[in-house]
């Protein structure tokens, strides 16, 4: 098991945790990382790009002008697409563009990723992080003296004072450990770890 200094708010050495090694002591796979990374930001995509077919304009159904006889190509209704107004022929329709990974995949490609933060000094544990009240300046305070400019926050709950003070702060996230991805591990320069969502993360993954 590898350990890991816990620090305080402001820098400072209080402790030690053991992290385990099935989860933060995996050899990292480019393909592995690439695949849930390329499934996660395809599902985001809203997929609602669309078109109005020749059933969905409004106007008459009535012929134009007669068959033959006039010189002109033949026309049916003011519908065609071939006219302005028209129906279009070939255009998207609403689709999902999410991709399906095999939830083994997803949880040892997460596995990858926290132990790729772990393996080039990227982690940092700390005992815990409060927020008296939605202030920015406060939450910035603590990450200054942490010296973490970029860096994704995971806690164990939900803490709206935390999330609030944070949300206005660039280059920085707060997570809790059930929306833990590795999109956004890998997004950010530091992952830093409120000591108590340890055990959250062990018991998703390791379950």
């Not at 209704?77 to 997803?106: D, H, N, W």
């Not at 982690?123 to 008296?132: A, E, S």
């Amino acid at each position: 098991m590898a350990v890991v200094d816990v620090l305080s708010t402001t820098g400072k050495k209080v402790s030690q945790v053991e992290l385990s090694d099935e989860i933060y002591a995996v050899e990292p796979k480019k393909s592995v990382l690439h695949e849930v990374v390329t499934a996660q930001l395809a599902a985001r995509r809203a997929g609602t790009a669309s078109v109005k077919r020749r059933a969905d304009v409004t106007g008459s159904t009535r012929k134009l002008y007669r068959q033959k006889g006039t010189g002109r190509a033949r026309k049916g209704s003011a519908k065609s697409p071939v006219l302005r107004g028209g129906g279009v022929t070939f255009g998207p329709e609403p689709r999902s563009y999410a991709q399906k990974v095999p939830k083994k995949v997803r949880r040892l490609a997460l596995k990858m990723a926290l132990s790729s933060k772990l393996k080039e000094n990227e982690l940092v544990v700390l005992d815990k992080i409060n927020v008296d009240r939605i202030k920015t300046k406060d939450f910035t305070g603590i990450i200054e003296k942490l010296n973490t400019k970029n860096a994704l926050f995971v806690v164990a709950e939900k803490d709206t004072n935390l999330e609030l003070s944070s949300r206005n702060v660039v280059g920085v996230k707060v997570l809790r450990t059930e929306g833990l991805n590795v999109y956004d591990i890998l997004k950010y320069e530091k992952l830093v770890l409120i000591e108590s969502s340890i055990k959250g993360i062990e018991g998703r993954l390791l379950s």
